[in-house]
DNA sequence: CGAACTTTTGACAAGCATCAACACGTGTGG
DNA sequence: CCACACGTGTTGATGCTTGTCAAAAGTTCG
C-alpha cells in the first residue's frame, strides 16, 4: 500500500480496503480529495432533513449518529458511525437530505464536497465499486436493525446494540480488550431501538445483574461475550466485516481480543 | 432514447431512468446484458441466505419480498420488490447473501450474471452511478421502515404501508386508478412491519371500517388517500421519485389520479 | 368434496409505555 | 466554595397496545 505521510483521509482509505480492494493508484487518488478537516461538539448537525446536501463527511475520531422525526415528534435513530465511517453519503448522493446527522460526541471530520467524490468514482471504477460496496452493507446493516427493532424483545435488541457497537470497534481497530466506547444516553439507546428510556434503564440493569456487560458513562465493559452474543443473537455476518483471524475470529471464539496494533 | 425493439430489460432501463440521466449509449448497454428469461411460482426462491449469489435479477412483472429470520424462527420481512426493480443487487455484490429473496406472486425475472454487471459498471461511470442511486434509495427504503417499525402504532405502520405500495406503483406505471395490487397475506403484513397476524387483521378491519380503503385477495382499493396519507403519516420523499406533475403530483394534491398512460 | 390456506373472532396475558418523582454528577455563576 | 440548574440515570405504580392461544368461518384448488 502506498504510504504517504499519514493524511488524514488515510482512515478512510483503510475502511474501504477493508471490504474492496484498491490500487495503490486509487488509494493515493482517496488520500488526494479535497478536503476541509473541523472539530465539531457532541450535539453538533452536520445536516438536517429537508437540506440540500452539497458535501460528504468522513469521520475521524468520535462517534455520531443519523436520525428522523416522524409527524408526531418521536424519533427514530437509524444509524450510528465511527471513525473510519463515510457518513452521509446517503444524503449528499441523493442531493436533498432525507435525514439528520448529528454529532454523538466531540468529533474531528474531514468535509469534502460531493461532486469531488462523484468524480472520483467516474474516474476510478474501482474507487466506484468501494463506495457502492460501502453502500450496500449501509444497507445490510440497516436491514439488521430493521429486524432486530420487528422482531426481537427489548432485552435481545439492547445486547444486540451493545454486540454491535463492539464489534465494529473492534473491527475499526478503536477497541480496547473488553472495553469499548459507549457514547449513548439511554434515551438515544431507545430511539435506536423503538424502546422508551426507561425500559432501556431497565432491560440494562438486567443485563448488567446477568454480568454480562457492564455500562458506564461513555464506556462499556464486555463480561461474557459470548452469552452477551447468543442473548442478542448476535452474527457478525451482516456486518460484512473480512474474517480475521486476530481479531474477528477470536471474538467469534472466545470473546473480546486483547487487542492487537493495525 | 434508443427504441431498441422492446429488450425485456427495458422495464429496467426505464426503472434506472427515472432516477439517473442515461445516454442513449448507456441505454443500450443496459438492454445488451446477457440475460435469461424465467418464470417462477408464487413461494419460489431466488437465493437463500447463506447461499453464494452469483447472479442479479430484474423483475419483470410480479411481486418478490427480501426476508430473514431471527435465531427463534420469527420473520422480518424487509423490502417488497415489484416491475422493473432489480433485486439481490444486494446479495450478489456482496458475494454472499444474507437474507432470502422470495416470489410473493407469480413472476418472470431476468437474470443476470452478476459479473455482467459489475462490468456494466466499470465500462459505464453513469451506470454505476445509476446503480449506486439504485442501492442508496434501498437504504433510503430501509431507513423509513425502521423508523415505522420503531416509532409508529400499528394503525401507522399498516397505513403507510398500503401508502408505499400505491405511490410505488404508481411510479412504476403499474397502479390502475384507485386499484392497486396486493400480493400479500396478513401473516406476510405483520412480518414487514412487526405485528402479528391477528393484530393486522383488526387493524385493517378499523382502516376498512373508516372507508380509507378497501383490501381484497390480490387488490386493494384507495377510498380517501389524503386521509390514508395523514394517519400512516406518509411522505413520498424518502422514494426519491422524480416529482411528475401527471401523477405523482396529481397524488399529493387530490388522491389517486385516473392513471396516465405511459 | 376435502385439504390447506387465509381471514376472522373472542378471551386473556404480558411486555412495554406512561407519568411522576427522586437521586446523582457535572458545570456554572455568584 | 456553595448554590443551583440541568442532563442523565433510577424507581414505582398503573394501564394500554399488542401478543398468544384457540377455534370457527370463508376461500382456493386439485
Request: with cysteine; aromatic share 4%; glycine share 8%.
Given at each position: ?33 479535497p ?73 474531528t ?96 440493569q ?14 462499556m ?33 472466545r ?8
Open positions: 500500500m502506498v504510504q504517504t505521510e499519514k493524511s488524514p483521509l488515510d482512515v478512510i482509505a483503510r475502511k474501504l480496503a477493508r471490504r474492496s480492494d484498491l490500487t495503490d493508484e486509487e488509494t493515493a487518488a482517496i488520500l488526494g480529495l478536503h476541509r478537516i473541523q472539530r465539531m461538539d457532541a450535539g453538533a448537525y452536520l445536516v438536517r432533513e429537508g437540506d440540500e446536501a452539497d458535501r460528504c463527511c468522513a469521520l475521524l475520531s468520535g462517534f455520531a449518529y443519523r436520525h428522523r422525526t416522524t409527524g408526531q415528534g418521536s424519533r427514530q435513530i437509524m444509524a450510528i458511525q465511527m471513525e473510519g465511517d463515510l457518513i452521509d453519503l446517503q444524503n449528499s448522493m441523493l442531493g436533498c437530505a432525507d435525514h439528520n446527522v448529528q454529532m454523538l460526541t466531540a468529533v471530520v474531514a468535509l469534502i464536497p460531493h461532486k469531488a467524490i462523484a468524480k472520483l468514482a467516474d474516474d476510478h471504477p474501482g474507487i466506484a465499486h468501494a463506495l457502492w460496496r460501502d453502500t450496500l452493507v449501509d444497507g445490510a446493516i440497516a436491514r439488521e436493525w430493521m429486524m432486530n427493532i420487528g422482531r426481537r424483545d427489548a432485552r435481545q435488541r439492547v445486547a444486540h446494540l451493545l454486540c454491535e457497537m463492539a464489534f465494529r470497534q473492534d473491527a475499526a481497530g478503536i477497541g480496547d480488550g473488553p472495553d469499548y466506547g459507549w457514547p449513548m444516553t439511554q434515551e438515544q439507546v431507545g430511539d435506536a431501538l423503538g424502546l422508551t428510556a426507561v425500559h432501556v434503564n431497565r432491560t440494562l438486567s443485563l448488567r445483574a446477568d454480568k454480562l456487560v457492564s455500562t458506564g458513562r461513555s464506556n465493559t464486555v463480561m461474557a461475550w459470548d452469552r452477551l452474543q447468543r442473548v442478542g443473537d448476535f452474527s457478525s455476518a451482516y456486518l460484512h466485516e473480512p474474517v480475521r483471524t486476530d481479531v474477528s475470529a477470536q471474538i467469534a471464539r470473546g473480546p481480543p486483547r487487542m492487537v496494533a493495525l
